[in-house]
């Protein structure tokens, strides 16, 4: 169990940048989560996959937001044309069931210039 | 839309007193309540996870209750170090078929004082 992995660490670009991120659940998790969190919140719900669908999205997720899961493995999230208000702590966790523990990564930094 | 709070937001102890942290959610109706450990620009931590049909869960020196009828939830961390510096966050899943997301507090920050 090597954990959730997160990378970029950090992430600096400027306004108007595509950024993407990528998220490496636990092996025999199927479930993956995406979370963002700005500074003295607790962090947000952004998406959800069960293996490889996209199950929910919050309305936080606009049409800038994308996430993918291909082949129920890995995720990517995308960010098209950054915005100052984008910078924020993504935060990726993933699940064996639905009513087991969340285990989260380490996070991305996202600071958009 | 189910709403957490964390009282208080800041927390500052000596060394060895015990720390009681605080939270409450306002829809009862949750399947599981989790308790969180962040360190400062660091990912989230599970400390512990309380099903709605129990009471109470410990590990080591961390024992975390449930009022699920009240809707609060109790951290209690005995004889604290300076290495329980941290913020603590506490989040909820509702309780509905489809609902997959954790509903989480703001959290309180943690200082420990040797």
């Known amino acids: 169990d090597t954990g959730v992995s997160q990378n970029p660490r950090h992430k600096i670009t400027k306004r108007g940048q595509n950024v993407t991120f990528r998220c490496d659940p636990i092996s025999e998790h199927n479930r993956l989560y995406w979370y963002r969190q700005t500074l003295g919140q607790g962090p947000e719900f952004l998406t959800y996959f069960q293996n490889e669908a996209q199950l929910e999205k919050s309305r936080l997720l606009s049409d800038r937001f994308s996430a993918e899961r291909p082949k129920g493995s890995f995720s990517t999230l995308e960010i098209q044309r950054t915005e100052q208000g984008d910078s924020a702590m993504y935060l990726c966790?993933?699940?064996?069931?639905?009513?087991?523990?969340?285990?989260f990564g380490p996070g991305t930094r996202l600071t958009v210039l | 839309k189910q709403e957490v709070t964390q009282i208080p937001a800041a927390l500052s102890v000596p060394e060895g007193e015990n720390l009681v942290l605080n939270c409450s959610f306002t829809?009862?109706?949750?399947?599981?309540l989790q308790w969180f450990r962040q360190d400062p620009g660091k990912g989230l931590t599970s400390l512990l996870l309380i099903q709605s049909s129990q009471r109470e869960q410990t590990s080591g020196r961390l024992n975390a209750s449930l009022d699920k009828s009240s809707g609060r939830s109790t951290l209690y961390i005995a004889a604290s170090q300076p290495g329980d510096s941290a913020t603590y966050l506490c989040a909820v899943r509702g309780r509905q078929l489809d609902d997959y997301k954790l509903s989480f507090g703001a959290g309180t920050t943690v200082t420990v004082r040797a």
């Open positions: 966790a993933s699940s064996y069931r639905l009513d087991r523990t969340q285990y």
């Open positions: 829809d009862s109706a949750i399947y599981n």
